[in-house]
C-alpha cells in the first residue's frame, strides 16, 4: 500500500516503513505529524483519487530529523565584461519516518464538531 501526499507545494510517493524528505517542517526529532493532504490511495488493484483530496485520510510519521542537503554551486558570468558570480545553497528539509497510512482517519474538525454536540 502507498499512498500520494501534499506538503509544502510538493507531491511525494510514500509507503509505510520508509522515509521520505519533505520541505521543512516545524517540530524536533521523535515528534509526531500527520499529513492531511492525501492525493491518492493505493491498495494492490484498490485505488482511491481525490478530488482534490481523499476525505477521512491521513498518513502519520515520525520525525527522524531536520537537516540540509548537499551544496549546490550557482555560478554566473558575462562573456567579455568581467562580471562573475558564484554562490551556494543548501535547502533545508525534514525526514520522517512513515508509520501509518489511514484510510479512514478522523479529520480535527470532525472531533470538535462531536464535542460541540455534546
Known sequence: MFAIIETGGKQYQVTEGRYVDVELLEGEADSKVVFENIIMLVNGKKSKVGQPYVKNASVEGTVVKNDKTKKVIV??????KGYRKKQ???????????????????SKSDSAVETAEE
Open 88 to 106: 551556494g545553497h543548501r535547502q533545508n528539509y525534514t525526514r520522517v519516518m512513515i508509520n501509518k497510512i489511514r484510510t479512514s482517519a478522523k
Open 75 to 80: 555560478y554566473k558570468q558575462r562573456a567579455k
